[in-house]
């Protein structure tokens, strides 16, 4: 009998739920049998649904404040009086995740996010569930939210997290660095999908997305750009609004020159295969899937929370562009001139050893295998 694993993400936002879904695609068909469960379904109630509006208005109203908690949940007084707390607040809302849990009897069960990692930390101190535990992460910084004393392992991006981890007293054998999981690189006809969306074959393109949530950059801010894009011989923009449908039917009705709005768009490696630059914001998944690619990302702003220290190292490894000025779409504009022109940062990220070891092209999965594997001490 085949080894179960299920995995629990949440899918506000893309990218817990996709990280899970990717790493479920590899360990499926290295012969294990993967169920994935949705955390904010199962436990789905008033509570849930207010937490998670309250979430997306701070972050879209009042940013600062999550900005706040978040840096300081991981450090100081903050951390401090949250940090022994999480597991007791999650014992309040586990019942559906051990139902599920108990119905598929897991071998192991890997947490994407902390709020289903908490939960099964939970279930690990009660004695209701005693398989192994892991924990995957999305990101490119380390935060201590994500981390319990139950996890059997860990599934880390890049060695920074290993080594401040184990200076946070972590066995190192515990730790595995994978990069990003991803799918294995698709085929795509470019010369197809540029007809679908009406591309002559010598257009430039500038790929623009206001992440999964629609949330970030104004429509002012894409009217803007476009009139600055349009300036650009041979250029057009190539705008996806995520869940920002009132972003999507505005620019539809401009009806702007040189301009193609999608809402959601998939599979979005057709867009990555036949773009020249990317205008978005530092997301751990994004910039990965960009990076196999060889997608040059100009980031624009950042969510607040985790993707500012992605930012930070990602720029600091030249893994993407840095924010230029205030990114105002006039200050975008002789960055995406030159990208465009010269192609040098695509170019850089060929030979970018840390690029390759972020994604494995060709090799996407295989270091998870081995590790779930070794786990299992079937290796």
Not at 196 to 210: E, F, H, K, T
């Amino acid at each position: 009998m085949p080894k179960k694993i299920l995995i629990l993400y949440t899918s506000v936002g893309l990218g817990h739920k996709t990280i899970a879904e990717n790493i479920g695609f590899h360990l499926q068909g290295a012969g294990y049998e993967v169920k994935l469960v949705d955390v904010l379904r199962l436990q789905a109630g008033p509570l849930v649904s207010i937490g998670t509006k309250l979430h997306q208005f701070i972050n879209r109203h009042l940013p600062f404040i999550w900005q706040w908690l978040y840096v300081h949940a991981d450090r100081g007084w903050l951390a401090k009086l949250t940090l022994p707390n999480r597991v007791k607040a999650a014992s309040r809302n586990y019942r559906h995740i051990k139902q599920a849990i108990d119905e598929f009897r897991p071998d192991l069960v890997i947490g994407t996010q902390t709020t289903a990692s908490a939960v099964v930390e939970y279930l690990k101190q009660q004695g209701w569930y005693r398989g192994l535990f892991g924990i995957a992460f999305s990101d490119y910084h380390l935060h201590r939210y994500w981390l319990y004393d139950s996890a059997d392992f860990y599934l880390v991006n890049i060695e920074e997290q290993k080594r401040e981890m184990v200076g946070l007293g972590i066995p190192a054998e515990k730790i595995f660095v994978l990069g990003m999981t991803l799918w294995p690189r698709p085929a795509v006809d470019a010369a197809a999908v540029r007809r679908n969306l009406g591309i002559a074959p010598d257009d430039r393109i500038v790929l623009a997305a206001s992440g999964s949530l629609g949330t970030g950059l104004s429509l002012a801010w894409f009217r803007a750009l476009a009139r600055e894009v349009a300036n650009l011989p041979h250029a057009k923009l190539l705008i996806v609004c995520g869940k920002n449908r009132r972003l999507y039917e505005a620019l539809k009705q401009l009806d702007l020159p040189q301009v193609i709005v999608q809402a959601y768009y998939s599979p979005l490696a057709e867009l990555y295969a036949i773009s020249d630059i990317f205008v978005t914001k530092p997301g751990g998944l994004t910039v990965a899937e960009a990076l196999q690619w060889h997608l040059p990302i100009l980031v624009a702003y950042w969510l607040p929370g985790g993707e500012k220290p992605n930012y930070d190292y990602l720029t600091g490894h030249h893994l993407i562009m840095p924010k230029p000025g205030e990114a105002q779409p006039r200050d975008l504009l002789p960055v995406i001139k030159e990208e465009l022109a010269t192609h040098s940062f695509r170019e850089s990220l060929f030979t970018n050893r840390l690029a390759q070891d972020l994604v494995y092209p060709g090799k996407e999965g295989e270091a998870l295998i081995l590790a779930v594997k070794q786990t299992f001490h079937e290796v």
